[in-house]
């Protein structure tokens, strides 16, 4: 099959994103290491869990919306209750499955640390841009997301980017 | 100061920028790993070399184009080197710097490598988008780059995208 190289705008978007996907972590852990000792991943569980009913996810559902292996996850998790942010109990509707749990400590943590990280990510991201711009990338990423992530793991907090 | 939370729009586009960044990077290095024993950093910086007149250039210019420091870089361009895919010269114009230089070897790995990279681009990030939206990405990501990027490191291939 012949290759269909990209046409000089199709390459000059694709350089601009791959240097925002290299750059942006970083922007985002040097804050939140900073402020509140956290990576953004660790940051971004602590929160998925402060949204969650009862500050509480199943670990399986926990991996899901962080895109995370289990392995990989329960080794943060640890690390995270090594420091009383969060706890892991079994789930009570099946004993082989855990639950972790948001403490009041890893509460008061999110809640410290929120507003440094939303003044990074308008800082960096949202201020930029226009309100149509805001618009467009939201569709373009939930474009992306189709492929990326076809079983919509990682935007269930949002309305389906696609059909059922 | 007042933290000016996000909008739920803001918040969906947010949401879903921090997905596709979680999730391209896997899908780059995963083919260019399976099909060329590269990681798409590994992949990158022979590619920049392909590019460069006398597919030659200074390490200070590739670490910059590459976002990498140079520690992280030299340690990279020393495992390409082992495999015969980079060489190391001392600059001509600078005996305190060194050049690296893509080998015969390099830019046929990169010459085989490309047309898989190129598919996996356009299957992940292309093909899904509109021509429009193609430009708009071109736009929004150039937008953050301004922030995230204020010396234009990254985007040196295109013109400046901000004053000089």
Redesign the interface.
């Known amino acids: 099959m012949e290759?269909?190289?990209?046409t000089e705008?199709?390459r000059?978007?694709?350089?601009?994103?791959?240097?925002?996907?290299?750059?942006?972590?970083g922007?985002l852990d040097s804050q939140l290491q900073a402020d509140a000792g956290l990576t953004h991943f660790e940051y971004?569980v602590v929160a998925m869990l402060s949204e969650a009913p009862e500050r509480n996810l199943r670990m399986s559902a926990l991996a899901q919306r962080t895109?995370a292996s289990l392995p990989r996850l329960s080794h943060v998790v640890r690390r995270l209750e090594d420091r009383g942010l969060v706890s892991r109990t079994p789930c009570p509707d099946d004993r082989r499955a855990t639950n972790a749990r948001l403490t009041d400590r890893g509460w008061d943590l999110v809640v410290a640390a929120?507003?440094g990280h939303?003044?990074t990510?308008?800082?960096?991201?949202?201020d930029?841009?226009t309100?149509r711009?805001?618009?467009?990338?939201?569709?373009?990423?939930?474009?992306?997301?189709?492929?990326?992530?076809p079983q919509g793991r990682?935007?269930p907090?949002?309305e389906p980017?696609h059909g059922p």
């Open positions: 290759t269909r190289w990209l705008d199709e000059a978007a694709w350089l601009r994103l791959v240097a925002v996907v290299e750059l942006l972590p922007v971004f895109n929120a507003p939303v003044d990510v308008r800082r960096y991201v949202v930029p841009l309100s711009q805001v618009d467009e990338l939201r569709g373009i990423a939930g474009a992306l997301l189709i492929r990326l992530d990682l935007t907090l949002d980017n």
